[in-house]
Every structure is written in C-alpha cells, then in structure tokens.
C-alpha cells in the first residue's frame, strides 16, 4: 500500500472531477488516499479524504498535482522538505512543469505505483527574511523564483543586492527576481533574462524596469547566498507568485540554494529544449 496525497486546482472543474475519479479508483486498488484540508473544503465531493494541511506531507509516499504550473508550485513548497516525489497532471493551460495531460493520469499512476518512473531533482530555494543575527521569519520554499516588488504604481523600489556578504550592486527597480534554472522561464525570462537548463546549479538575479544603465541579469554559484535590502520605498516579496508579506526600508531578504531539491516525477529524460518549443511555441512549433 502507498500513501498518495492529491493536491487540486479549486477554480477548475475537471481538476476537481479528476481528482474523485483517481480517489476512488486508488482506494480500490488498496492505496490510502488524502486530500489537503484546504482543497477538500473548496472541492466539497474531496471531503472524505481531507487531512489537515500541517499534516498532509507526512509519511507521503507520491503527491499527485493535479492543475497547471501554479499547482505545481504549490505541491512542491508542500512536500519539497519531505523528499516527496511529484507526479503532475496537467488540467492547465501551458503546463510546462507537469508530466503528463489529464486523459493519462490513470495510465501515469498505474506505471508510478508498478516503480517504472524516474525522477529528475530540480534546484529550489530557501527564502526568509533576516535580521542582524540571521534568519527572523517568513521561510519559504521556491521552485522558480523569490521577488521583491515596488508596492506602488508610478514608484520604483531601491534594492541593495549583496552575493555572500559582499556588496555587490543596487537597484532602483520595478522588482528584482532571484530565479532557479526552472524559474529562468518564468518571471525572469518576461523581464529579458537568460534561459538556464534545469541541470545547471545556478541562481538567476534579474531586475525588472531598472532605472540605470546596468540593468542586466547576474548568473551565479549554487553556494553563493544573495541578500537583498531594501533601501528606500515599500515593496512585496512574493515566493513562487504567493504573497508573502510587505518590506519596508532595512528589511533584507535572504536567498539560497536549498539542500532539499524538488523531486519531479519522469517517464524518461525530459528533453527542456523540445518542452520549451513546444509549450512556447518557438520556431513555429
């Protein structure tokens, strides 16, 4: 028997319908099943297999997504820490994280549970904002990105960005991006940063709009922790596109390569170049 968390989209239906029909089908086949506390109260029908949200990543042998990219997202920051690998199914629209589209799941499922997968790890990033004697709340885990943002229309935000406790540039910016490889296709990419493969360990620091003549991306070591303060103005951080809190002037927020990878579930090598021609449309694809 495994265990085999589903976390759902809430505003689409056939999300919702999917994730009853593979419910039931697992049951049936003698696999214990939960459902996010949170989902399940969006998604009545899910109810009966609701498990708290604190408690939902425990002893998880396999967590389906069940969406698009932002579900994706979601899954990982849930159950990244647990080492849980993630099979997605894509109800979405671009899906370009998720493994398979939403007529297989059955299929993907059934070759999950017989042990024909792999698993393909992908850097992600531990956030949190820190005082003078070291990290002080809001730790979160990114796939793609952390990003802290001008909090009005008409104002930029000034940043101080240091690489291992060295000052190394600022900013007067619209937001300033540190990306993974993953989320070098993301936010970064639409600001004019440079696609990363997956297999690269790197992070990715990209400001939006800057106002100087420097406005380029920085591409750096995986053990390199970037710092960034805010120096003057209001801004938002936002992890993996969820509101995380606002900042004021002194406030610094801390990121670096985390030491528990997102563990992405694979029916063969991934090829990220064919993926993104395809899901982007690149070359006339």
């Known amino acids: 028997m495994t265990t085999i968390g589903l976390i759902v989209h809430h505003g689409r239906q056939l999300a919702g319908q999917l994730a009853l029909d593979a419910a039931g089908w697992l049951e049936g086949e003698g696999h214990e099943v939960r459902v996010l506390a949170s989902d399940a109260q969006a998604i009545g029908v899910l109810v009966p297999w609701a498990l708290a949200d604190e408690r939902f990543a425990d002893g998880l042998g396999l967590a389906v997504s069940i969406g698009g990219d932002g579900t994706m997202l979601r899954t990982v920051r849930l159950v990244s820490h647990a080492g849980t690998p993630v099979l997605g199914v894509n109800v979405g629209h671009l899906g370009y994280l998720t493994e398979v589209e939403a007529g297989l799941?059955?299929?993907?499922?059934l070759r999950v549970l017989a042990g024909e997968y792999e698993v393909e790890e992908r850097m992600t990033l531990d956030v949190?904002?820190?005082g003078p004697d070291g990290p002080t709340s809001v730790a979160r885990t990114a796939l793609n990105d952390a990003v802290v943002e001008k909090l009005e229309a008409g104002h930029t935000v000034r940043v101080g960005v240091s690489i291992?406790?060295?000052?190394?540039?600022?900013?007067?910016a619209d937001a300033l991006i540190v990306a993974t490889p993953t989320g070098s296709t993301a936010y970064s990419l639409s600001a004019g940063g440079p696609l990363l493969s997956p297999r690269l360990d790197a992070l990715l620091v990209?400001?939006?709009?800057?106002?100087?003549l420097f406005g380029r991306s920085m591409v750096l070591a995986r053990d390199e922790v970037v710092h960034v303060?805010?120096?003057?103005?209001?801004?938002?951080?936002?992890v993996d596109g969820q509101h995380c809190g606002h900042?004021?002037?002194g406030d610094v927020v801390e990121?670096?390569?985390s030491a528990r990878p997102?563990?992405?579930?694979?029916?063969?090598?991934?090829?990220?170049?064919?993926i993104l021609k395809t899901k982007f449309g690149l070359n006339g694809s």
């Open 229 to 238: 303060e805010v120096l003057a103005g209001s801004a938002i951080l936002g």
């Open 105 to 109: 799941w059955r299929e993907a499922l």
């Open 247 to 249: 900042l004021t002037t």
């Open 255 to 257: 990121c670096r390569a």
């Open 262 to 274: 997102a563990r992405l579930v694979s029916f063969g090598e991934r090829d990220f170049w064919q």
């Open 206 to 212: 990209t400001p939006v709009a800057p106002h100087s």
């Open 164 to 172: 291992s406790h060295k000052t190394a540039i600022s900013y007067a």
């Open 128 to 130: 949190a904002l820190v």
